[in-house]
């Protein structure tokens, strides 16, 4: 890589950077802004008892000296504090545990999106104008069109109610399956589209004119030209996807009972757990960055062509 393409990632690294710490900032102070307090839902709580809580996690503090030291915590060592409600416990320790197996469900939803969805995409601009084209784009509009709350609700009463196929909780292997469709369903249906518009725009350039007017095989212009280069807008929506697939499996995750982080998370709000709620927030963010800058130099890399000027 060229030394234009190191700027572009230096100013990338650091516009991230410039990113998280706003996000640490916005989400400190708007949850010290709530009204009320982490401690409100506990039972015949007393005054003198409440003081003493929030000076044991530093809560009786000045703000400002709060969030400094909120910042440099995460800063040298990624320290999120402990959890008001879960005690004895590390925020960044149950966060941690919740993404493994959120992870789990986005990397799966991720590939299965990315396969059917450049297969569907590839099929309909080969079958342009056909019935074929008409019932993948009819199907896709829906899926785009339809949250992704709706469609799991939609399918646990179907297939877990109704016919008894799968699990309705994520207590076993096959509890897993409905998630995952759900979580995939929205990124297949847009991959889609995208592949079909991008592959209608290749098909109709000058080179691949010219090489059926040479006589290449069919399959080779296909899958050698046509298909390869429509993938570039692909590569470029597959990072900020997964990470769309992880940070929107918080409600998905709660209508299924998957122990992921988006339970984690929808269960600290309604805990009023703000440790917990600020931890996800930023880490969610954080990965949302990353995978962005991820997406972009990937995109450079597969393309040279692409400038950074």
């Known amino acids: 890589m060229g030394s234009k393409t190191w700027t572009y990632i230096i100013k990338r690294v650091l516009l991230g950077l410039l990113t998280i710490w706003a996000v640490i900032t916005i989400t400190f102070f708007v949850m010290h802004a709530v009204p009320g307090g982490p401690f409100l839902s506990e039972k015949a709580i007393s005054e ?8 044991k996690y530093g809560m009786d503090k000045p703000l400002f000296q709060q969030y400094l030291t909120y910042l440099k915590d995460i800063v040298t060592r990624f320290d999120f504090g402990p959890s008001l409600k879960q005690r004895g416990r590390d925020v960044i320790t149950v966060i941690g545990d919740g993404l493994k197996t959120s992870a789990k469900l986005g990397i799966v ?6 396969i059917i969805g450049v297969v569907l995409g590839a099929i309909a601009a080969l079958r342009r104008n056909s019935w074929i084209e008409k019932v993948i784009m009819v199907i896709t509009t829906a899926f785009v069109s339809i949250p992704s709350f709706i469609m799991g609700a939609l399918l646990l009463i179907a297939f877990s109610l109704n016919l008894h196929w799968f699990p309705a909780n994520g207590a076993s292997a096959g509890g897993y399956v409905l998630p995952i469709v759900t979580l995939s369903l929205y990124p297949m249906a847009y991959i889609t589209r995208l592949t079909r518009s991008s592959m209608l725009d290749v098909l109709g350039q000058d080179y691949i004119r010219t090489a059926r007017a040479k006589g290449v095989a069919k399959y080779k212009i296909i899958f050698g030209h046509a298909l390869k280069n429509s993938l570039l807008p692909v590569i470029t929506y597959f990072g900020p996807m997964l990470a769309y697939i992880v940070t929107g499996s918080l409600v998905v995750e709660k209508i299924f009972a998957i122990p992921g982080v988006g339970r984690v998370f929808v269960d600290s709000i309604t805990a009023r757990d703000y440790p917990m709620i600020m931890g996800t927030t930023i880490v969610l963010a954080t990965f949302i960055v990353v995978m962005n800058l991820i997406s972009d130099v990937l995109y450079k890399i597969v393309d040279p062509r692409i400038s950074f000027d």
Do not use: D, G, N
């Not at 003198?48 to 000076?55: G, R």
């Not at 939803?109 to 990315?114: E, G, H, K, Q, S």
């Open 48 to 55: 003198a008892a409440t003081k003493a809580l929030e000076m």
């Open 109 to 114: 939803a991720a590939v299965i999106a990315l």
